[in-house]
């Protein structure tokens, strides 16, 4: 049996990093950042919101993260009052925090990045990714 020539495995290495990288570059970005926040005016409609958001509220992280869950859990809880309802999105640059009416009518909107809310709560992605393995592996 005869081995790959080098000219072979060159192309089949460089190759294999321009897919990585396309494949990163394609990837679709959150649209959960101080742009869209800017974009949401008093009295939009839910559907308009999660249209310009890119979805219904949720965690649209990479990573599972469950300390960012529970402080944005509280974050969204305080002040919570019974004829208003609270949703919160999760994205990798911040937190979109919308308040509706009952009509679903956007009456406040905050933003809270990623940085504001402590380094301990917003862990790079490698870290989260380890602290996940780590979690899958120790669970059985």
């Avoid at 990585?20 to 926040?37: C, D, H, K, T, Y």
């Avoid at 939009?44 to 469950?66: C, Q, V």
Wanted: charged letters at 25%; a positive charge; proline letters at 4%.
């Amino acid at each position: 049996m005869r081995l790959p020539s080098r000219r072979i495995l060159c192309i089949s290495t460089v190759s294999l990093v321009a897919v990585v990288v396309g494949a990163w570059l394609l990837m679709p970005r959150s649209r959960i950042n101080l742009e869209s926040f800017k974009l949401i005016k008093e009295g939009m409609s839910r559907k308009e919101i999660e249209a310009l958001l890119g979805g219904p509220s949720g965690d649209y992280t990479n990573w599972p993260h469950p300390k960012r869950i529970n402080q944005l859990v509280a974050l969204a809880l305080q002040g919570n009052e019974e004829d208003f309802v609270q949703h919160i999105w999760l994205g990798e640059e911040g937190v979109v925090k919308v308040v509706f009416d009952s009509h679903a009518r956007v009456i406040s909107v905050e933003f809270f990045r990623s940085d504001d809310l402590g380094e301990a709560t917003f862990e790079s992605p490698s870290k989260r990714f380890m602290n996940w393995l780590y979690e899958k592996i120790t669970r059985r």
